[in-house]
């Protein structure tokens, strides 16, 4: 009888986990000191009954009163009197008792039963006996979906191991449990009142007899989810010495839980639990851990487990090693943690560490970052620029990450980024010294591009899109990054486009309107369409995403309210340049402080023209007119686009400037570049 057997093996002592063995003698001191730790607690223990017909067995709670002598008081748990009248079909068994992951069990000679509990002399030894592989943890306040063919089913998760869930399930009319086939896998959704913790495919491995209600035993299917798109240049775990731990709320049991990291980097750890006691299991989402590094540095974090591996240890004793994803982390915190692992990787790389700012300077003139031509800009804003900077490498705020290569107090090489736009952050300020320029430049590189790996899929950091400025005649990052969108093969994952660049210089005369049939107005939606369409077509790079000129995402979000919390200014506008009802140009622009880019292409603004015939000159110079007036300088850093329009229009431009951007989400073919230009640059080294 198939069914009688699973009724039996769920209402028993669950002995689908079963295997009584090493069966040693427990002292009653022991027991009674159990029995009132048990008490403290307000736990239960089971007291086990067989039918004296049937043989079927069953299993009931009881609450232990406090003990002193030979004599033990137990009172039922369940309340409902009508369920104990029928326990004169049934005889006493034994009783049991969770001792860790083995189990005590009792077997009193002298022992009286009724409505209210059990009492019962205590006998001088009983038996402690390995019981379970793995322990069942009971659960508390979680609710349960059970879906199968489009039918769901409520209920509540009553405990579980690492191996199965064991859940309670309810049928609302018009549903009944023939819709369930045990046969069939079914998908399982595990909630607090907050959020989902778990969802995954699930066999059916037992159930119960039930009209209304019935227990069901689900396995999972996998042993490993995927949680983020796979890389083939996955993030470096590092092993620190002495090992960190983390610290979590169960979000099942609520019962706290303490492990060894095994290793760890800025997406993610594997920690080894115990086979037999281990509750981590491969999907479940853990909404706050604490990740504690000696009690010296505590980062809390959103995780989800990934997968768990059987480790066969020594000494017969298995293990589980389980990886774990950070999904989200404070920005602040996070950095802190990739700090402590860039210097455990390389002692001279620093991450957003403090920095005397006469020394910084004195590198960017040095290194050559800060070249004749640029000083000219520099040194009539000078006073702005140092403020901008101290805020920036003083108060370490979310909108900048800066990447130091040093040597003791010797700065020699330097790398930042800046979240300039909502999803978008631009990499900027790439500087080496000269002496030791391709150890330092390549190390900046290393630890920025790191960050992005170990970064990107955290919500809090808000990266989609990187992306630089360069001119083509800049060596270093035309070889990298210029390299980079060379070597890949699809413009949706890298790209590369060229603007001319040239400065506009405000009038005292009035040049800002725009006769008829020209109009300048704020955009529409139907225009980013048209732009989209119009870049589609001569380019099919990332420059829209990057700049954020989608339809879907046009706006900042809240990361003007950043900017304004440090001090700072940012603002974004788009305007449509039409004759008539025709769009013939798009203007994009970003005002911000003084210096925030050493370029100030921060503070500047990007013109697409998608008509290039029809907008001559004198047209696009009383535009730019009309839109530096919004601008606080005199002088107006402005980026055309395309550059054939600049020189079938014979516009003067003083330099060109590529946009750089790189997908977030597609890492692989730049790393693989850069691993390759790295041994090509060892290999020259090693011969020399």
């Not at 959704?189 to 059916?204: F, N, R, V």
């Amino acid at each position: 009888m198939e069914n009688e057997r699973k009724i039996s093996r769920l209402n028993g002592n669950h002995g689908d986990d079963e295997s009584l063995i090493n069966k040693k003698q427990v002292r009653k001191r022991h027991l009674i000191n159990k029995l009132n730790y048990i008490n403290f607690q307000d736990g239960t223990i089971l007291i086990n009954f067989r039918h004296v017909k049937y043989n079927q067995r069953i299993s009931l709670q009881a609450k232990p009163m406090p003990c002193r002598g030979d004599e033990l008081e137990c009172i039922w748990l369940d309340t409902e009197k009508e369920k104990y009248h029928q326990l004169s079909a049934y005889e006493f068994q034994e009783i049991q008792i969770a001792n860790g992951r083995n189990m005590l069990v009792i077997t009193p000679d002298d022992i009286r039963i009724n409505e209210q509990g059990v009492n019962l002399l205590l006998p001088e030894t009983c038996y402690e006996v390995g019981s379970r592989k793995q322990r069942r943890h009971l659960c508390k306040g979680i609710t349960v979906q059970l879906i199968q063919s489009s039918a769901s089913f409520s209920g509540e998760l009553v405990d579980f191991s690492t191996a199965s869930f064991r859940v309670q399930v309810s049928v609302v009319p018009p549903q009944t449990f023939s819709w369930i086939d045990p046969e069939s896998s079914v998908n399982l959704i595990l909630s607090d009142d907050h959020e989902m913790l778990y969802a995954g495919e699930c066999k059916i491995i037992q159930y119960t007899e039930g009209r209304k209600t019935r227990n069901y035993v689900v396995e999972p299917l996998n042993s490993e989810v995927r949680r983020f798109k796979p890389k083939d240049f996955r993030t470096e775990r590092q092993e620190l010495v002495p090992s960190p731990h983390i610290f979590f709320l169960h979000p099942f049991t609520h019962k706290p839980t303490t492990l060894k990291i095994i290793d760890l980097s800025g997406s993610g750890f594997s920690v080894e639990e115990d086979k037999e006691r281990a509750v981590l299991i491969p999907g479940m989402i853990i909404p706050k851990l604490e990740l504690n590094f000696w009690n010296s540095f505590r980062a809390d974090c959103k995780v989800q487990v990934i997968h768990h591996n059987v480790q066969e240890a020594e000494k017969n004793c298995d293990s589980i090693k389980c990886g774990v994803a950070i999904l989200d982390m404070d920005l602040e915190e996070h950095s802190r943690l990739l700090s402590l692992l860039h210097q455990a990787t390389d002692g001279k790389s620093y991450l957003c560490n403090a920095v005397d700012l006469d020394d910084l300077w004195r590198f960017f003139f040095e290194s050559g970052l800060i070249y004749p031509e640029k000083y000219e800009f520099i040194q009539a804003n000078k006073d702005k620029i140092k403020a901008t900077y101290s805020k920036i490498y003083n108060e370490s705020p979310k909108i900048a990450r800066h990447f130091i290569y040093q040597d003791k107090d010797e700065i020699l090489g330097h790398l930042a980024m800046i979240r300039f736009y909502e999803r978008s952050w631009m990499i900027q300020h790439h500087a080496a010294n000269n002496s030791v320029s391709a150890q330092a430049a390549f190390g900046v590189l290393n630890q920025i591009s790191r960050f992005i790996n170990e970064s990107h899929s955290l919500f809090s950091v808000q990266m989609d899109s990187v992306f630089c400025y360069f001119r083509p005649d800049n060596k270093f990052p035309n070889r990298v990054f210029g390299g980079v969108a060379a070597n890949t093969d699809d413009p949706k994952r890298c790209s590369l486009d060229s603007f001319s660049y040239f400065h506009h210089q405000k009038s005292s005369q009035n040049e800002t309107d725009l006769k008829k049939p020209w109009r300048l107005m704020t955009i529409q939606p139907e225009d980013l369409v048209e732009l989209r369409n119009f870049y589609e077509s001569v380019s099919g790079g990332l420059i829209l995403k990057a700049l954020e000129l989608m339809p879907d995402c046009v706006e900042l979000g809240d990361l003007p309210d950043e900017y304004r919390r440090l001090g700072f200014k940012r603002e974004k506008h788009v305007f449509s340049l039409k004759k008539e009802n025709s769009l013939k140009a798009v203007a994009l622009l970003n005002i911000s402080d003084i210096g925030l880019n050493l370029s100030d292409i921060t503070s500047s603004i990007h013109i697409f023209v998608l008509d290039p015939e029809d907008l001559s000159p004198a047209v696009l110079n009383s535009m730019l007119s009309a839109l530096s007036e919004k601008f606080d300088q005199d002088v107006i850093p402005v980026l055309l686009y395309p550059v054939s329009y600049s020189e079938k229009q014979r516009i003067p431009y003083e330099k060109l400037y590529n946009l750089w951007v790189l997908d977030a989400q597609h890492l692989d073919q730049y790393f693989k570049y850069l691993d390759r230009l790295f041994k090509r640059l060892n290999s020259l080294k090693a011969r020399r």
